[in-house]
C-alpha cells in the first residue's frame, strides 16, 4: 500500500475519480487544503465527499508555495508520503515542486510551470519550432491594439492562467479587443485566491476541428492512448459543449495530430510521470498545438476513454506519479465509441424545469447528471456554468455524438429558466 499525499483538487468529476482510483490501487492519501468548505460547498447536501476519505485532511496555505514546501517535507518525515499528486491546474506546479524536494516521482518543476502558463508554454514550443498560431503577449494597451492589427483580427483573446475557457474570447476589432480586455482586468484573483498575471495573450484565430490526444508518460516514453473530439460554441466565447472519443479522424489527421502533441510534450520537458491532455487544431494549413495540459483530461474525458478502451487515467496518474508502470491494455468493453454533451444555458435565471425522465430508460445512455429545479443558473461565458451532462455510448462506430445531440436537444425542449 502507497500513501500519497493530495494537494487540492478540481470540484469537478476530477475530485471524485482520482479519490475512487487511490482506492482502487490498494492505496491512501492524505489530502491538504487551504480551504475545505470549498469542496463541502460543491456538493450541499450529497453523500460526504470522497476527499473527505482521505487518511488525513490538512489545513495549510497551499497558495504560498515557499511556505508550503517546509511543511510538507515535515508532514514526509511523519507520514512517509510515496507520491505528491493534484488535478487542479492551479497547484500542479506546487506539486512539482513539492515533489522534486521529497525526491518523489513527478515531471521537472520548471516543465509543470511552463505548461501551466500559456504564455510561457507558446515561447517554449516557438522556440521548438512547433507548429501553433502567431501569438503575442502584452500587458499595456497600446502594445495590445498594435500587436492586434500585426497579427491582424479575427483573433482570440486569452489570459495565460485561467482554465475551462474562461475570460477566452474571439475579438474581430479593437472595439471588441478593447471591451474583452477590460472584462479580464476586472478578474484579477482566480477562484482560488491565487493573484493572476496581468498580461494578456492574443492568438491567430484557427479554423479547422479541435481534437485533443490523451497521452502517459513514463521512464521517459510517451504512450499515445487516444483522441478526443470537441464541439465547441458559444461564440464569442469557446464554451466546449460535447466530446466524443476515439474521434473521428482519417490516419493521416490523427498521425499528424499525434506527432505535433508528441513534440510539445517533448519540447515542455513533459516525458516523466505525467497524463497529459494536449489540445490540437487540424487547421486547412496543418495541425496547430492549441494547448498542453499537465493533467488528465476534465469533462469526463477520462470516463469516455474507459467505456471504450477499459483503460483508467486517473489510476494511469496514480500510477506514474508513485513511478510504476501504468496499466495501459486495451480490453474489450463493448462499445466503439462513447460521447458526453452538456447543458449549456443561454439565459441567466432560475431553473424551473428540467424533463429527464426518459433519459433514464434509453439503454445506450451511461450516465445522466443534471441540476435540480431551483438552481440559480447564469448565461454560459465559460465551461464553469453547465446545468449538467448526457453520456451515451455506441456498440457499433462512431455514432455516440449524433446520438448525444440528440438528446441534449429534447432536454433544450423541456428546459425552463425564468
Not at 87 to 93: A, E, G, I, Q, V
Not at 221 to 243: C, N
Not at 265 to 285: C, N, P, Q, R
Not at 389 to 398: F, I, Q, R, T
Amino acid at each position: 500500500m502507497a500513501h500519497l499525499l493530495v494537494i487540492e483538487s478540481w470540484v469537478g468529476s476530477m475530485s471524485r475519480l482520482l479519490p475512487r482510483a487511490i482506492r482502487e490501487g490498494g492505496h491512501e492519501f492524505t489530502f491538504l487544503t487551504r480551504d475545505l468548505h470549498h469542496y463541502l460547498r460543491s456538493t450541499p447536501g450529497a453523500p460526504a465527499h470522497p476527499l473527505l476519505g482521505a487518511r488525513n485532511v490538512i489545513t495549510a496555505d497551499t497558495n504560498d508555495a515557499e511556505a508550503l514546501l517546509p511543511q510538507v517535507e515535515w508532514l514526509h518525515t511523519v507520514f512517509g508520503f510515496d507520491g505528491v499528486i493534484s488535478s487542479c491546474d492551479y497547484y500542479l506546479p506546487a506539486v512539482a515542486r513539492a515533489a522534486e524536494r521529497l525526491g518523489l516521482p513527478g515531471p521537472g518543476a520548471e516543465s509543470v510551470r511552463t505548461a501551466c502558463r500559456k504564455d510561457a508554454t507558446r515561447r517554449v514550443l516557438a522556440e521548438a519550432g512547433l507548429p501553433q498560431p502567431r501569438f503575442a503577449v502584452h500587458e499595456a494597451w497600446a502594445d495590445l491594439a498594435r500587436a492586434a492589427r500585426e497579427i491582424g483580427y479575427p483573433l482570440v483573446v486569452k489570459p495565460v492562467d485561467l482554465c475551462a475557457g474562461m475570460y477566452v474570447r474571439r475579438v474581430d476589432d479593437e472595439e471588441q479587443l478593447a471591451s474583452a480586455v477590460r472584462e479580464l482586468a476586472g478578474f484579477p484573483v482566480n477562484a482560488r485566491g491565487q493573484r493572476r498575471a496581468p498580461v494578456v495573450l492574443l492568438e491567430e484565430l484557427l479554423d479547422g476541428p479541435e481534437v485533443s490526444v490523451e497521452t502517459v508518460s513514463h521512464a521517459g516514453a510517451v504512450h499515445v492512448v487516444g483522441m478526443t473530439d470537441k464541439s465547441v460554441g458559444g461564440a464569442p466565447a469557446f464554451i466546449e459543449t460535447g466530446h466524443m472519443f476515439p474521434a473521428a479522424l482519417s490516419a493521416a489527421d490523427a498521425e499528424a495530430a499525434g506527432h505535433t502533441a508528441l513534440g510539445a510534450l517533448k519540447a515542455l520537458g513533459l516525458t516523466d510521470a505525467t497524463v497529459a491532455h494536449t489540445e490540437i487544431k487540424l487547421t486547412s494549413a496543418g495541425p496547430r498545438v492549441v494547448e498542453v495540459n499537465p493533467r488528465p483530461a476534465g469533462n469526463r474525458i477520462t470516463e469516455l476513454v474507459r467505456h471504450v478502451t477499459g483503460i483508467d487515467l486517473a489510476a494511469a496518474f496514480v500510477d506514474v506519479s508513485l513511478g510504476r508502470a501504468p496499466d495501459l491494455r486495451h480490453t474489450a468493453t463493448g462499445l466503439a465509441s462513447a460521447a458526453v454533451g452538456f447543458l449549456v444555458p443561454r439565459t441567466t435565471g432560475t431553473l424551473e424545469a428540467l424533463d429527464d425522465n426518459r433519459l433514464r430508460t434509453v439503454p445506450d445512455v451511461l450516465e445522466v447528471q443534471l441540476a435540480e429545479p431551483g438552481t440559480q443558473v447564469r448565461a454560459a461565458g465559460s465551461n464553469n456554468e453547465y446545468l449538467g451532462h448526457v453520456m451515451v455510448g455506441d456498440a457499433e462506430g462512431p455514432g455516440a455524438r449524433a446520438r448525444v445531440e440528440t438528446l441534449l436537444g429534447e432536454l433544450h425542449s423541456g428546459l425552463v429558466i425564468r
